[in-house]
């Protein structure tokens, strides 16, 4: 049996960090079922990626949109969602601009292309 060093309550060294921790976790955001094809999707946090949300085919692993997109709201804060998935189209509002885009996710590294006109500021 092994034995700990000693030391007074909270003053010990932890080999967990708060960066190891968070190193392999991937939190959901949005869990979205498309209605016709029956594949899964989720929109997954990225807190190593200054808290970036990519939208991942989930059987697979597969990023839908690249590096430089963020699939979030501010309205998600208030209950509307940051994508839809329907018929292999996705749906996913960028948080750089506000903007609605649609995306491909039957063809690899497709781009997204926008759905709503670019608003002033």
Known sequence: MATGIKAPYGTWQSPITAD???????????LLVDPITNKIYHVESRP??????????????????????N????????????????DGIAYVSHYGDGRVYTVDVKVEGATPEAVTPASGP
Request: glycine share 14%; proline share 2%.
């Open 20 to 30: 190891a921790i968070l190193q392999g976790s991937k939190p959901i955001a949005e």
């Open 48 to 69: 190593a990626e200054a808290g970036r949300n990519v939208l991942v085919e989930t059987e697979t692993a597969r990023e839908l949109v690249g590096k430089e997109w």
């Open 71 to 86: 699939v979030r709201t501010g309205v998600h804060e208030y209950g509307g969602g940051a994508a839809i998935v329907h």
